[in-house]
DNA sequence: ATTGTTTTCGAACAAGGGTCAAATATATTA
DNA sequence: TAATATATTTGACCCTTGTTCGAAAACAAT
């Protein structure tokens, strides 16, 4: 059996692995059920994975693997400021979220993981070696390079004037970045609002993006423009 | 035994619950530990609470009384600008993340939970009924008081001219409570930066600060307040 | 004292993650 | 080709752990 079929059986289990934690989520899944699903017995998912953190590790890897590539679609088109590019990106993040929720789930608990062995108390206990795992190295990698990706973008639109110039590019997408994030946390709750109360998904979703573009551009613009809309009177 | 003391029962299986989640994590405490930590048999903790997860639950409900006493504590003090209060509630929030690593995570799970429950082909799966429950419903009200104290600040901003005055306090508020959590959730992630990136904790933590309080007060005011400031060369 | 109710226990069940020795298939060598 | 070494695959088995349950113990009411 050769590297070629070795690699096309992973694939075959990661894949029904994959299909299983999407439909019934990840604790609810079996390794019993993987296995029945990739047609194989229990015992030979071992052979090709360590054990099922293993699987959702390799979940992940694929799940960052399309998370950097939004990134890079939206770097594509270079034809435009950078703060529509930015724009763009949170609207195809958002959409990826949702698009690919245990993908995006994925890259969610790998952030919690690594900000869990930040903690000195944390990272004696649980268990110490993940941090120097290949899995581990690889994937804060790629998280790296969304992040390089997304302070690029940045760093256009300070040259292209459509984002404030004294913006540091990394600092202002990693502020983006936890935006989005957040935003997506927050959506749940927000669709669940009693009736009453004034923020809706509908208002919401406009005033969070408007709110984004302000801290990016400034509202150095609008005072230029304010003045002219004064001396109206 | 009257309801007294049943309730000083179940309160001291929850703290022997907290204790250990604290120490060695949700998934890797059993309920052996739990029982045996509060000093009964395995059986009696099901007699008190229906089962882990509703152990949890009770958690979670203790996470956001002490995440509301957070937002709570900043609204008391009102003898500042909305701004000011919303920096302190910054502050505090990420302080409270950080100390209370379990209470956080356990409001974070709760979102996402709610999160999951607005996928419709989700809901039908996994366990439709606890949206419907009182734990549930409780714990989205408190989620709801957080939010609407952190809006009366905004709101108060609005009026002290500290906060843009065309901002709606609910959007807003939800976008700053939006970058807190995604700034605690990609702390981790940024504390292992390369060295050679320009990222870094120190410089990320006072960059993100001030982008959230130009988002909220716009350049208008540093406008404004920036003739003065000449005026004393 | 007797009966009913609440609290408590410990044994047992069932599910599921993980292991392993043996069997089967595949490759290598003589 | 036969024999041997290596790689793959299996299914039975172990072990941990969440959860249930019947019965004992403690307590209250009659």
Same mark, same amino acid.
Request: net charge positive; with cysteine.
């Given at each position: 059996?050769?590297?070629?079929?070795?690699?096309?059986?992973?694939?075959?289990?990661?894949?029904?692995?994959?299909?299983?934690?999407?439909?019934?989520?990840?604790?609810?899944?079996?390794?019993?059920?993987?296995?029945?699903?990739?047609?194989?017995?229990?015992?030979?998912?071992?052979?090709?994975?360590?054990?099922?953190?293993?699987?959702?590790?390799?979940?992940?890897?694929?799940?960052?693997?399309?998370?950097?590539?939004?990134?890079?679609?939206?770097?594509?088109?270079?034809?435009?400021?950078?703060?529509?590019?930015?724009?763009?990106?949170?609207?195809?993040?958002?959409?990826?979220?949702?698009?690919?929720?245990?993908?995006?789930?994925?890259?969610?608990?790998?952030?919690?993981?690594?900000?869990?062995?930040?903690?000195?108390?944390?990272?004696?206990?649980?268990?110490?070696?993940?941090?120097?795992?290949?899995?581990?190295?690889?994937?804060?990698?790629?998280?790296?390079?969304?992040?390089?990706?997304?302070?690029?973008?940045?760093?256009?639109?300070? /040259? @292209?004037?459509? *984002?404030?110039? !004294?913006?540091?590019?990394?600092?202002?997408?990693?502020?983006?970045?936890? &935006? %989005?994030? =957040?935003?997506?946390?927050?959506?749940?709750?927000?669709?669940?609002?009693? /009736? @009453?109360?004034? *923020?809706?998904? !509908?208002?919401?979703?406009?005033?969070?993006?408007?709110?984004?573009?302000? &801290? %990016?551009? =400034?509202?150095?613009?609008?005072?230029?423009?304010?003045?002219?809309?004064?001396?109206?009177?």
């Amino acid at each position: 059996m050769g590297v070629q079929e070795r690699q096309q059986k992973e694939k075959m289990i990661l894949d029904a692995a994959i299909r299983l934690f999407t439909e019934k989520g990840f604790a609810a899944t079996t390794m019993d059920d993987v296995a029945k699903s990739a047609k194989i017995s229990k015992g030979l998912t071992y052979f090709y994975f360590k054990n099922k953190e293993d699987l959702y590790l390799a979940m992940t890897k694929k799940a960052f693997d399309e998370l950097k590539d939004v990134f890079r679609e939206v770097y594509k088109n270079k034809a435009r400021t950078g703060l529509d590019m930015i724009t763009e990106l949170a609207n195809n993040y958002v959409k990826f979220a949702r698009g690919s929720r245990i993908y995006y789930q994925a890259v969610l608990d790998f952030l919690g993981t690594v900000q869990l062995y930040n903690d000195e108390h944390l990272r004696q206990k649980i268990n110490p070696l993940i941090l120097q795992s290949e899995h581990f190295q690889k994937l804060l990698e790629m998280h790296h390079d969304c992040a390089k990706i997304g302070a690029q973008m940045v760093a256009l639109g300070t /040259k @292209d004037g459509s *984002i404030r110039a !004294e913006l540091n590019p990394e600092v202002a997408f990693y502020t983006v970045w936890a &935006m %989005l994030i =957040g935003f997506e946390k927050l959506m749940g709750p927000v669709s669940y609002e009693p /009736k @009453d109360t004034k *923020i809706q998904l !509908e208002t919401w979703k406009p005033g969070f993006t408007k709110l984004l573009q302000d &801290m %990016l551009k =400034g509202t150095f613009q609008a005072v230029k423009v304010q003045p002219v809309q004064t001396s109206l009177f």
